[in-house]
Antibody, heavy 117, light 112 residues
Framework: EVQLVESGGGLVQPGGSLRLSCAAS????????MRWVRQAPGKGLEWVGS????????NYVDSVKGRFTISRDNANNSLFLQMSSLRVEDTAVYYC??????????WGLGTLVTVSS | DIVMTQSPLALPVTPGEPASISCWSS???????????LAWYLQNPGQSPQLLIY???NRASGVPDRFSGSGSGTDFTLKISRVEAEDVGVYYC?????????FGQGTRLEIK
């Protein structure tokens, strides 16, 4: 059974940093692109970024470029999102998702990041 | 960026009746490989999104056959042949032809 479990969310002040993790199981992690998607409270879905199989290629939505970094550890079946210079508008539930045939076919339950003073 | 537009934004439906959601993209989602990089998701209340349809018309594993996706290029449709109570939630279309990957605004389906 495919499982994705996010962790690392919490309350952080504007300008602060946070590192999210996503533990994957039930599939060969290194065979899939992975994505982070976020959802602000009461709002729709927003793609944050993607990473390729070996971590050599990454892309991001413009609003997080230069502040967020996606990485992965295939040996430990883990995906990460390093977030810095956090803004109030980064407040959201952050989901990790597996990419397949262009779609995100499995999602985690998400972890809430709240940026507030 | 490719803009995704859904209609309607709210959809009240009587159980057992059909429902249809439209999604338009500002650019064609048809890849040179012949696939449309369009997916549909359902987010039940309080839950994570779940994949319903990928590549425009392929039902994801475990998705009931009352859900179907159609369309090509810039116009796409999600149809539910007979709505059930468990279908309540917000439906999103998403394009993955190019980055940034973008979602529609969402369509909230409610039971009458």
């Amino acid at each position: 059974e495919v499982q994705l479990v996010e962790s690392g969310g919490g309350l952080v002040q504007p300008g602060g940093s946070l590192r999210l993790s996503c533990a994957a199981s039930g599939f060969t992690f290194g065979n899939y692109w992975m994505r982070w998607v976020r959802q602000a409270p009461g709002k729709g879905l927003e793609w944050v970024g993607s990473i390729n199989l070996d971590g050599s290629a990454k892309n991001y939505v413009d609003s997080v470029k230069g502040r967020f970094t996606i990485s992965r550890d295939n040996a430990n079946n883990s995906l990460f999102l390093q977030m810095s210079s956090l803004r109030v508008e980064d407040t959201a539930v952050y989901y990790c998702a597996r990419a397949s045939f262009g779609a995100a076919d499995f999602w985690g339950l998400g972890t809430l990041v709240t940026v507030s003073s | 960026d490719i803009v995704m537009t859904q209609s309607p934004l709210a959809l009240p439906v009587t159980p057992g009746e059909p429902a249809s959601i439209s999604c338009w993209s500002s650019q064609s989602l048809l890849h040179s490989n012949g696939n449309n990089y369009l997916a549909w998701y359902l987010q039940n209340p309080g839950q994570s999104p779940q994949l319903l349809i990928y590549l425009g018309s392929n039902r994801a594993s475990g998705v009931p056959d009352r859900f179907s996706g159609s369309g090509s290029g810039t116009d796409f449709t999600l149809k539910i042949s007979r709505v059930e109570a468990e279908d309540v939630g917000v439906y999103y279309c998403m394009q993955a032809l190019q980055t940034p990957i973008t979602f529609g605004q969402g369509t909230r389906l409610e039971i009458k």
